[in-house]
């Protein structure tokens, strides 16, 4: 007698190529043959699922005992040679194993159905581990740095930013400047001229500027005072190079022009320049010097801030020279139409390549145009 008790259910098992037993599920106390063989047909299809591994295996485990024609419905066609009594227990267990052979076929498909996602999410798989591809970042020039630096130092102190043309008319690179044709004073800047002039017109001439100071012309032509600005900007000189000296370079000019301007405005404004620049301690020195647009005319200095101030390679005598400067001349002021009677002013010229170079301590102008990334990845 078969009964329902007789048969021990347990946890249903899903995944059957982990060959979960179906055993259990099958122990019974009866001798029937068609029973038995119900029981080992379930045990077959439990044993050969797990080698299923792919559809085609799947499908033909299906044909095998699902089928029409399969092992399952062969044993069924059997239950007609039997008495009712015995038909009835065969059938009913013929119901449930091809219940738990559909359940097998259930669990074999998603088992492969996980399988190929698994597999597909592994082909298609992000490594996050890899390290990312840098981005190269750039950098300011340390020119740039420096005469943004300087711009800063002035512009807190009130002063505006210009820039102008670097090919400029002889006029304003030297006549209105007070350096008339053939003054000897052209001899401080000897530069690249351009080949073209106009033949009718004197002093018609252009140039690369060699300095920033023809900007000083152009602005007061065209402004009235009170006039506070700094201009940065490249300029050019015909040179031989050296460790001190470049064809091209910057140079940072500062003008400004009022009612009652001394050359106090000028010392103080330019000391406090410095403490910004090189530090609050710098102590600065004037010094007579000739530049044919100002009068009186100064160098200005800073003491050493690698010996302060007591002498060394760097310096010699403690002072490093730092720029140009002095009181606006008259006949400058006459040139854009000022009167030198109710205005006066004061000027003044840098380079920032000598400023970098005393700041990172840089002992060849040349480095910031050689274009090595080595020395410019430093700064
Ligand atoms: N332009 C001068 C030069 O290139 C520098 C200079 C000196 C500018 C004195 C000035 C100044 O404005 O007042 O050497």
Redesign the pocket.
């Known amino acids: 007698m078969i009964s329902d008790e007789s048969i021990h259910y347990h946890t249903l098992w899903y995944n059957p190529f982990n060959a979960a037993s179906l055993e259990p599920r099958l122990t019974m106390t009866t001798q029937q043959p068609l029973i038995a063989e119900l029981h080992a047909t379930a045990r077959d299809a439990q044993a050969q699922i797990a080698a299923a591994h792919d559809t085609g295996a799947l499908e033909a485990w299906r044909v095998e005992f699902l089928g029409r024609r399969g092992r399952l419905s062969q044993a069924m066609q059997k239950l007609g040679g039997l008495s009712p009594e015995e038909r009835r227990a065969a059938g009913a267990e013929a119901n449930r194993i091809k219940g738990l052979l559909e359940e097998l076929y259930a669990a074999g498909q998603r088992a492969l159905q996980e399988q190929e996602a698994a597999r597909k999410q592994a082909a298609d798989r992000l490594d996050v581990t890899l390290p990312g591809r840098p981005i190269a970042l750039g950098r300011l020039h340390p020119i740039t740095q420096t005469v943004r630096d300087i711009c800063a130092a002035f512009t807190s102190m009130g002063f505006d930013v210009a820039e102008g043309p670097e090919v400029e008319w002889e006029r304003y690179n030297f006549d209105m400047l007070n350096i008339p044709r053939d003054h000897p004073a052209r001899d401080?800047?000897d530069t690249l001229w351009i080949d073209w002039a106009d033949p009718t017109e004197e002093g018609r001439r252009m140039l690369l500027r060699?300095?920033?100071?023809p900007m000083?012309a152009r602005i007061m032509e065209k402004a009235k005072p009170p006039i506070r600005v700094i201009v940065p900007g490249k300029?050019f000189r015909h040179e031989a190079t050296d460790a001190r000296h470049e064809w091209h370079f910057y140079?940072v000019?500062?003008l400004a022009v009022g009612k009652g301007i001394t050359f106090a405005d000028l010392k103080g404004t330019l000391y406090e320049f410095a403490r910004r620049i090189f530090g609050p301690d710098r102590r600065v020195r004037f010094r007579c010097d000739y530049?044919p647009?100002?009068e009186p005319?100064v160098d200005m200095s800073i003491d050493c801030f690698l010996c302060k101030g007591e002498g060394c390679r760097l310096c010699g005598d403690g002072w490093i020279e730092i720029?140009?400067?002095?009181m606006v001349h008259p006949n400058v002021f006459k040139a854009v139409g000022y009167d030198p009677e109710e205005y006066t002013g004061f000027?003044?010229?840098m380079g920032p390549e000598r400023i970098a170079m005393l700041k990172h301590g840089i002992d060849d102008i040349r480095h910031f145009y050689a274009n090595d990334v080595r020395f410019l990845r430093q700064f």
């Open positions: 401080m800047w060699t300095h920033t100071s000083q300029v140079q000019e500062g530049f647009f100002v005319g720029m140009g400067a002095g000027a003044f010229g």
